[in-house]
């Protein structure tokens, strides 16, 4: 099974086979950490794109046509052939992306699992019946079949932050109940959405049923969005780039799970050590670089020094370097990314913030920098930073937190710290996100948890058994006897 044509060069999967482009068109993929080149994918051409979506398109209905068991059995042999290849996609995870190698181990370890509970999951996903007498002038005779049926084929696109998990979550449910997938992986993190894709296929993946397309999803994005064979996107990604794909994809189902700005709410009788922790791992682990990342804290005045003076004294003990060297705080994915973390703090200083902490800045490795006054009219009271910036913004009490939070243009999860449970409910009945945390970092998972954004943090569901209802749509059977 030849994955790799030279050293850095490695194959896509068109039809069960590795192969590159026919033009021999490349995209290099660099280390955040040196900046050297780690590999490289081919970068194929809309005509290539095509025959893989003709492919995929092709394999569909034999593929359903599989019993389910069938189909959940490859999925327990992916998982245990990716466990196989831990240390491998872990070591490719920590040189695409910048995690570190532990943290890249775990992701395939969490993916083994999510893979495995989809598996099982699958098996117990069943249509209903229904019976025509319970509406007025309808009779017994009148019978229906509530059918669960896959949509076809399944584009699934994902982030550079979770390579493998957060396209696994997308791959697996498709699989198991009927779809064939287009997989899109990001960039940075392709040559470990491949190695993935090669577990599957050392599992015994059938012809076609999974084809990877490689390429900028700048270039080949809105060709295979548009594409007439796609009957299902599921996407995780930024919001401007999922609303672009949300207005591309006509009359089919759109999953979207977009950027967050997601808040701490701490109010006076928090257990304020507790607190400080969440903050701290909650907004910095993998560099903020997770749509779940605490992104700004709003304190009620009263305890706001208190709290900052904590999380200053945690950050402070973080060490900040390379991935290699297996530092809390890594080297962002790119140029770009620091620089607007960057701007998001001049901004802010600019306007008045007090810069309680203030992180090393060389290149693209970005140490821990701690706002305090951080006022509405600063972008970084707004922004997804996705960057080891955190603002804190002092408040009277929780309804001008609350108010605060109803102007936020993203929805995906806030964190709300008091001893205080039935307040904890009362404020949560007022914040419009997916989820809320009660003394806890907002995060996703466990994995068979629903996982969910509303505004511009996205649409529709994830979660394992929310993916898999997202894989299938009803079709009726009615017999009128
Ligand atoms: P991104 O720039 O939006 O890219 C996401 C994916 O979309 C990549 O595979 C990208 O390919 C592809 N893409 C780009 N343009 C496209 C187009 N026109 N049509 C189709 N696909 C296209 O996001 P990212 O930088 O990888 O990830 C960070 C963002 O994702 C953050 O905003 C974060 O909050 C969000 N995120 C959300 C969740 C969640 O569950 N809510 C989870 C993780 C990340 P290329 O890489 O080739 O450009
Ligand atoms: O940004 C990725 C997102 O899905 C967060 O996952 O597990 O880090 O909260 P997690």
């Given at each position: 099974m030849i994955v790799r044509q030279t050293e850095s060069l490695f194959y896509t999967l068109l039809n069960n086979e590795w192969m590159g482009s026919s033009s021999g068109e490349t995209v290099q993929i660099y280390s955040p950490?040196?900046?050297?080149?780690v590999g490289e994918v081919p970068a194929l051409s809309q005509e290539e794109v095509a025959v893989a979506i003709q492919k995929t398109a092709d394999a569909q209905e034999l593929w359903a046509a599989k019993e389910v068991y069938e189909r959940s059995a490859l999925l327990h042999r992916w998982a245990e052939e990716l466990e196989k290849m831990t240390d491998e996609i872990g070591e490719m995870i920590h040189k695409e992306v910048g995690k570190t190698f532990s943290a890249g181990k775990s992701e395939v370890e969490r993916t083994a699992q999510l893979i495995r509970y989809t598996a099982e999951e699958g098996l117990r996903t069943h249509g209903s019946f229904i019976q025509g007498d319970a509406f007025p002038g309808a009779t017994k005779k009148t019978k229906a079949i509530v059918q669960k049926v896959p949509h076809g084929v399944v584009l699934a696109i994902s982030p550079f932050n979770y390579p493998v998990n957060l396209a696994a979550s997308k791959i697996a449910p498709a699989l198991i109940t009927g779809n064939t997938v287009i997989f899109k992986p990001a960039t940075q993190g392709a040559i470990s959405g491949l190695l993935m894709i090669k577990a599957l296929v050392k599992a015994g993946l059938p012809e076609g049923v999974v084809n990877v397309v490689t390429g900028r999803g700048s270039v080949i994005g809105d060709f295979i969005v548009s594409?007439?064979?796609?009957?299902m996107i599921t996407f995780t990604g930024g919001t401007a780039t999922g609303q672009h794909i949300a207005k591309k994809a006509s009359m089919i189902p759109v999953v979207l799970e977009l950027g967050g700005k997601d808040s701490a709410i701490v109010l006076e009788d928090a257990d304020l050590n507790k607190a400080a922790k969440e903050i701290v791992s909650g907004a910095l682990s993998y560099s903020g670089q997770r749509c779940t990342a605490i992104k700004r804290v709003m304190v009620v005045n009263s305890v706001a020094d208190e709290l900052i003076e904590k999380v200053k004294e945690l950050v402070s003990k973080l060490t900040v370097g390379k991935s290699h060297e297996d530092a809390s705080v890594t080297p962002l994915i790119d140029q770009k990314s620091a620089d607007f973390v960057t701007s998001l703090i001049e901004d802010a200083q600019t306007k008045g913030a007090t810069v309680v902490l203030e992180g090393i800045k060389e290149k693209n490795l970005l140490g821990p920098t701690l706002l305090d006054h951080v006022t509405e009219e600063m972008a970084v009271a707004w922004e997804e930073q996705f960057g080891p910036v955190l603002p804190f913004i002092r408040v009277e009490n929780e309804l001008e937190a609350i108010a605060l939070e109803k102007r936020n243009q993203y929805g995906l999860q806030a964190s709300v710290f008091t001893r205080n449970l039935e307040n904890a409910f009362a404020i949560s009945d007022k914040l419009n996100v997916g989820t809320v945390q009660v003394n806890g970092k907002t995060s996703r998972g466990p994995d068979h948890f629903p996982f969910l954004g509303v505004k511009?943090?996205?649409q529709g569901v994830q979660g394992i058994g929310r993916s898999i209802d997202s894989m299938l749509r009803d079709k009726m059977l009615v017999l009128n006897l």
């Open positions: 950490d040196d900046h050297e080149v594409h007439p064979l796609i009957n511009n943090s996205g």
